[in-house]
């Protein structure tokens, strides 16, 4: 009886002991308490004791999504990006899911950040467009003081931004800007930019420099009519067809074909047979908005070459039809050491609609700020599902596929090109 009496007091003074205890402990802070505290501390500037704050939250709570939004504009004020990217990462592993909202707020900032590098004035044009898509006010005035003025080149860029936005100023400077182009290369770059920005008012322009006494500016804008489904321009791309200067052929086979027209057609067929894989690129450009897939087989193929360019076209004419074997491609290319072939390929995804969140992710933690801007654009576009950048106007047709940007044909492709078949 005196063993039982002796164990009943021993577990009652621990009872006592745990109760007292629980009474003496201060119970920890509701995590909306803590993420309060840790605004007011970083209102007053400073960002580590803030930062300690909410490490202490996801510690507790890894997907707190309010903590780490917290955290991550925390860690942007100071243009700390990479530690941004960090608290990113270890929220989305946590979570087991991307988090477009975070990305595109991760997004918006790095582009203010390229702006004010200051960057080239195409990656300068790039960001502001990106932003003033988003709702920015400032960055499309921005775009807008940056055009006045400019240099000729570097004002293409900047309207072709503004263009893109539907100032239809910008559209009318661009065609000035056509007219007063001095050089072939000069011409030939306005036209290339106005195919990319998909600017069919000013299509006319364009065609009447079918007749232009170079064969680079004729070849240029062969191709951009076609892209811009500029019919009137058929007959004289019929006459041109028959040039003896490959280039112009080539281009001239791929519009017609564009336009509905079965002129070049066996031509074509030997171009996508060609042995030269750049060839078979140029061909492929006139079957990519039809509905016939025939040509992709071919296409496929040249993912393997070796030259890094033939691939990247590759990959972005299968955009269309073979989103699997573009969008690996493509995303093998953004881990190159090229730092050309990443800002290319991470603006074909962009532009083509290839990205995921994932992607936008690996692009926004890129070195370059030409690979960045495009994940912004992506996590910008997922996470609002805006408009991509790319054509201001809608397609006349009810499938309508955005023409590559093409570099012209190198020698070796040239020399390769099949006789015309007449």
């Not at 280039?247 to 079965?262: P, S, T």
């Not at 881990?335 to 994932?358: Q, Y």
Request: aromatic share 2%; charged share 25%.
């Amino acid at each position: 009886m005196q063993r039982m009496t002796g164990l009943a007091a021993c577990l009652l003074g621990v009872l006592v002991s745990v109760v007292v205890s629980a009474r003496g402990a201060s119970p920890p802070q509701s995590a909306a308490s803590e993420l309060a505290a840790a605004r007011g501390i970083l209102a007053a500037g400073r960002l580590e004791e803030a930062l300690e704050r909410i490490d202490g939250v996801l510690k507790r709570d890894p997907v707190n999504r309010e903590a780490v939004a917290v955290k991550v504009t925390a860690l942007l004020g100071p243009g700390r990006f990479a530690d941004a990217l960090g608290a990113y990462d270890a929220y989305a592993a946590a979570a087991n899911r991307q988090d477009t909202a975070l990305l595109a707020e991760i997004g918006r900032a790095d582009l203010k950040h390229i702006i004010r590098q200051p960057p080239d004035t195409p990656t300068l044009a790039a960001a502001l467009e990106r932003l003033a898509r988003d709702g920015d006010g400032e960055a499309r005035d921005a775009l807008r003081r940056a055009s006045a003025g400019a240099a000729s080149r570097d004002a293409v860029a900047l309207n072709v931004g503004l263009a893109r936005l539907g100032e239809q100023d910008a559209v009318r400077r661009l065609g000035d800007l056509l007219d007063s182009a001095s050089t072939p290369i000069a011409r030939a770059e306005v036209i290339r930019a106005l195919q990319d920005a998909g600017i069919r008012s000013l299509a006319p322009k364009v065609a009447a420099l079918l007749t232009d006494g170079e064969p680079l500016v004729r070849s240029a804008a062969a191709l951009a009519v076609g892209a811009l489904q500029f019919a009137d321009a058929v007959p004289r791309l019929e006459v041109i067809f028959k040039e003896d200067a490959h280039i112009v052929r080539m281009h001239a086979a791929v519009a017609l074909k564009r336009l509905g027209r079965n002129t070049a057609d066996v031509y074509l067929a030997q171009m996508l047979g060609n042995e030269t894989a750049e060839v078979r690129l140029i061909a492929a450009e006139a079957y990519q908005t039809a509905k016939t897939t025939q040509w992709v087989p071919w296409v496929r193929t040249v993912l393997s070459d070796r030259n890094d360019l033939n691939r990247l076209r590759a990959a972005e004419l299968l955009a269309c039809c073979d989103q699997p074997a573009a969008r690996s491609a493509l995303s093998a290319m953004l881990k190159s050491d090229n730092p050309f072939l990443r800002g290319d390929a991470a603006r074909i995804l962009e532009g083509t609609g290839l990205a995921d969140a994932s992607m936008a992710r690996r692009m926004l933690g890129d070195s370059l700020a030409s690979v960045r801007l495009h994940g912004a654009g992506v996590a910008l576009t997922l996470d609002g599902r805006r408009p991509q950048p790319g054509r201001i106007v809608p397609a006349p047709a009810a499938r309508q596929t955005r023409a590559p940007s093409v570099a012209p044909p190198s020698r070796a492709a040239i020399q390769n090109a099949p006789a015309a078949t007449m």
